[in-house]
DNA sequence: ATGGTTGCTCCGCAA
């Protein structure tokens, strides 16, 4: 089974190119995020005719999370927990989560938010939106140890100083801060390991370039795209990849998909 | 040449 995150920054600017990839990627399931979309703009059909079910949730142009599936998509939820942080006036839970059971493997995709700034109110929401996921998930593997979850998405953290290209230039910015880290940590302690880092060691590995300023030709990047896996998920796990070839090119996502490979036999 | 983006929606904001 082949199981793939990716930002596609907009599923409806990009429905060719997503649906390209889906067809030579041969994906069994598919986490999207920034779909950008509400559910009745979501290109439902056009997945569905590709063979794949589909669940989306989207309530504005910003944000939206979607999975699809060929190998089942059942028990649908759009909050991995009854006290996920909302954000605004009036305070709102944005559409950053979406869970699914899919071919056995209970699978969230995620979106983290931004965090904008070191000062700004939406890093501490942050902050408390990744503490909340790592309650969650801990109390999942605490009722079942052998629950095959995985939490796959852009977690907008750079958990290491070799997922950037230069660390110095992003002192005193978001996606590297110890707190952020330490969030980050949290969800590794909590049982979930990043399947995909020892089959695409670093440095230099990324799976997001900026549009501005030519990062990816100058192969500026950061890896903050994830597909984290409880134990019994690892233990599935043959190989990963960070599918660079679809960053290039006019109307590339400004990141790229990860997938992972897991036994079917496990 | 010292810059060089994209998508949404509406001309600013988010990333």
């Given at each position: 089974?082949?199981?793939?995150?990716?930002?596609?920054?907009?599923?409806?600017?990009?429905?060719?190119?997503?649906?390209?990839?889906?067809?030579?990627?041969?994906?069994?399931?598919?986490?999207?995020?920034?779909?950008?979309?509400?559910?009745?703009?979501?290109?439902?059909?056009?997945?569905?005719?590709?063979?794949?079910?589909?669940?989306?949730?989207?309530?504005?142009?910003?944000?939206?999370?979607?999975?699809?599936?060929?190998?089942?998509?059942?028990?649908?939820?759009?909050?991995?927990?009854?006290?996920?942080?909302?954000?605004?006036?009036?305070?709102?839970?944005?559409?950053?989560?979406?869970?699914?059971?899919?071919?056995?493997?209970?699978?969230?995709?995620?979106?983290?938010?931004?965090?904008?700034?070191?000062?700004?109110?939406?890093?501490?929401y942050k902050l408390l939106?990744?503490?909340?996921?790592?309650?969650?998930?801990?109390?999942?593997?605490?009722?079942?140890?052998?629950?095959?979850?995985?939490?796959?998405?852009?977690?907008?953290?750079?958990?290491?100083d070799e997922d950037v290209?230069?660390?110095?230039?992003?002192?005193?910015?978001?996606?590297?801060?110890?707190?952020?880290?330490?969030?980050?940590?949290?969800?590794?302690?909590?049982?979930?390991?990043?399947?995909?880092?020892?089959?695409?060691?670093?440095?230099?590995?990324?799976?997001?370039?900026?549009?501005?300023?030519?990062?990816?030709?100058?192969?500026?990047?950061?890896?903050?795209?994830?597909?984290?896996?409880?134990?019994?998920?690892?233990?599935?796990?043959?190989?990963?990849?960070?599918?660079?070839?679809?960053?290039?090119?006019?109307?590339?996502?400004?990141?790229?998909?990860?997938?992972?490979?897991?036994?079917?036999?496990?």
């Amino acid at each position: 089974m082949r199981l793939a995150t990716w930002n596609v920054n907009s599923v409806r600017a990009r429905l060719d190119r997503v649906l390209a990839w889906i067809d030579r990627s041969d994906v069994d399931v598919l986490a999207l995020q920034e779909t950008k979309c509400k559910d009745e703009q979501f290109p439902e059909q056009a997945f569905r005719d590709a063979g794949y079910e589909v669940a989306h949730h989207g309530l504005s142009q910003w944000n939206g999370v979607a999975l699809l599936s060929r190998v089942g998509l059942e028990d649908v939820s759009t909050r991995f927990s009854p006290d996920v942080p909302a954000f605004g006036d009036p305070a709102v839970v944005e559409a950053r989560a979406v869970g699914a059971l899919c071919g056995g493997v209970r699978v969230w995709s995620l979106y983290v938010p931004n965090g904008r700034g070191l000062d700004d109110p939406h890093y501490a929401y942050k902050l408390l939106w990744l503490e909340e996921l790592r309650r969650a998930g801990a109390s999942w593997l605490a009722q079942d140890p052998g629950a095959q979850v995985a939490l796959v998405g852009d977690f907008n953290i750079a958990p290491q100083d070799e997922d950037v290209w230069d660390v110095d230039v992003f002192a005193g910015a978001t996606h590297v801060s110890e707190p952020e880290r330490a969030a980050f940590r949290g969800l590794l302690e909590a049982g979930y390991a990043d399947t995909v880092r020892p089959f695409a060691p670093g440095p230099g590995t990324y799976t997001y370039w900026d549009y501005t300023q030519l990062r990816f030709p100058k192969r500026q990047g950061m890896r903050i795209d994830f597909v984290l896996g409880s134990p019994a998920l690892q233990a599935r796990v043959t190989g990963a990849t960070i599918d660079r070839e679809e960053r290039k090119g006019k109307g590339a996502s400004d990141h790229a998909p990860v997938v992972v490979e897991l036994d079917p036999n496990a």
